[in-house]
């Protein structure tokens, strides 16, 4: 089985410009959840989703920041527009049930310059 | 200041030693989870512990939960090369169930 898959792996960007990171998660998880992991305040929990319907997004950090789910099998944070302190590591990740195990992506590496 | 604190921050040890890891919070938790993540993956699942007082044991690795359910321990008996990474906790507070919180992370090194 394919596990949570995330694109792009590396996006590198200009300050202000949009970027949009993807997510797939594992077939028939029904919770799907966004992190964000810097050194500085390590692993976060930015929003997550209960059969596509975002559930808690108080993690958001700015307006800036939005997240879709628009079907079970697809789903986008999306970063307009971008600033330099955006850089870090975005984790999606999939579960089934609230507490069920949380399987988690590759991650993608966001470089804002 | 994060609500799952970890101990220590860094550590670095000869392949044999004994280690153990600390997570401590003043909230209580309904569970907790211990995480490791290696350079460029996610974390992976270790291990959920639930009730008070509990151990469990995986191979080398013991994990337990305070009483009181408001820390976590991990213990590993002679480290090897390849335990080395970054190790978190994670859990739900009971005021809060909704929210999971991730620990500030102990990033071990193993030398072999």
């Known amino acids: 089985d394919a596990g949570v898959i995330q694109s792009p792996r590396h996006e590198v960007t200009e300050m202000g410009q949009e970027v949009t990171l993807r997510c797939k998660p594992i077939?028939?998880?029904?919770?799907l959840f966004w992190y964000r992991q810097t050194m500085m305040r390590g692993l976060e929990l930015l929003i997550y989703?209960?059969?596509?319907?975002?559930?808690?997004d108080s993690g958001m950090p700015e307006d800036r920041f939005s997240a879709k789910m628009p079907n079970a099998s697809f789903s986008t944070l999306k970063i307009q527009p971008s600033e330099p302190r955006d850089s870090a590591v975005y984790f999606c990740a999939s579960s089934l049930g609230l507490v069920g195990e949380q399987f988690f992506g590759p991650g993608t590496r966001l470089t804002v310059l | 200041t994060q609500l799952l604190e970890q101990s220590p921050q860094f550590l670095s040890i000869q392949e044999g030693e004994n280690l153990t890891v600390y997570c401590n919070s003043s909230s209580v938790f309904s569970s907790l989870q211990w995480y490791r993540q290696e350079p460029g993956e996610g974390p992976v699942l270790l291990v959920t512990?639930?009730?008070?007082?509990e151990v469990k044991k995986l191979k080398r690795l013991t994990f337990q939960f305070g009483d009181a359910r408001k820390d976590s321990s991990l213990h590993i008996t002679a480290a090897q090369p390849g335990d080395t990474g970054l190790y978190l906790c994670?859990?739900?507070?009971?005021?809060?169930?909704?929210?999971?919180?991730f620990g500030s992370g102990t990033k071990l090194n193993v030398k072999p």
């Open positions: 994670a859990g739900r507070a009971l005021y809060n169930f909704n929210k999971f919180y």
């Open positions: 512990v639930v009730t008070g007082g």
């Open positions: 989703f209960n059969n596509n319907v975002p559930i808690d």
């Open positions: 077939s028939g998880h029904d919770y």
